[in-house]
């Protein structure tokens, strides 16, 4: 990932999210496997994503960023990071959404995201709901022994 994308990602998810911690461009790189990204005609990044792997069985996508709301880019980009999810092994997808993000919650239950529990974030002060999906099902699993 080259310098200049590294920070166009973090001065995005600065401006969009309310994050806990502030992302700068060396933070964005020592994870730069992890994003997804959308760039434009002109090839500056408009749409970003995290993929972290949490277990063997599971990732998760945080920071679901655009700056273009409702036309395509976020699902787009969260159908990107299941298909690399599945790539990679994981069985379950799941995503924290900010509790009130309407244009969110309905992009992850679109989908397919099944909503869970919702919690408080103490750093952020912001309550979030847990989505989650189910990348494979149990007639699918290589064995019944797990």
Not at 37 to 54: F, I, N, T, W, Y
Not at 67 to 78: E, P
Not at 126 to 141: C, E, F, G, M, R
Request: charged share 20%; hydrophobic share 35%.
């Amino acid at each position: 990932m080259e310098r200049t994308h590294a920070s166009q990602i973090a001065e995005l998810l600065n401006a969009q999210n309310q994050l806990a911690i502030k992302y700068d461009a060396q933070r964005v790189l020592d994870h730069a496997n992890e994003y997804v990204v959308d760039l434009s005609e002109d090839g500056r990044v408009v749409c970003c994503a995290q993929l972290k792997r949490v277990q063997w069985y599971q990732a998760e996508i945080s920071h679901v960023t655009t700056h273009f709301v409702r036309q395509g880019r976020g699902a787009r980009l969260i159908e990107a990071a299941e298909q690399r999810a599945r790539k990679d092994g994981a069985r379950l997808l799941q995503c924290t959404v900010r509790t009130g993000n309407g244009p969110s919650e309905g992009m992850f239950a679109k989908a397919g995201f099944q909503r869970g529990p919702t919690f408080g974030n103490p750093q952020t002060g912001n309550n979030v709901t847990v989505w989650s999906k189910a990348l494979i099902h149990p007639q699918n699993n290589l064995s019944r022994d797990g």
